[in-house]
């Protein structure tokens, strides 16, 4: 699974790097039509399972964080 974490990482990075170097409309204008045809087809696909992902860590950051409940790793300031 590490492994496929590292990718996804990697994916993530090179995607940005691609959005930083073209805009969307120069994309569509200089992308050769079979790579903006497999684009279009596959896409969607991809979208809805990044999107599912996004939810699913949204919801999870969105929920507020539980007190941490073990007293011998509290710290108590101005102790001597």
Known sequence: MDDL?????DLVHRLEEIR????????HAEFDQTTL???WKRWPSVSA???SLWRLLSE????PS???????LDEVGGSE
């Open 5 to 9: 974490a590292t990718e996804f990482l």
């Open 20 to 27: 930083d170097a073209i805009t969307p409309e120069q994309a």
């Open 37 to 39: 045809q497999v684009f």
């Open 49 to 51: 399972w990044t999107g």
């Open 60 to 63: 999870e950051l969105d929920v």
């Open 66 to 72: 539980a007190p941490h409940r073990d007293a011998d």
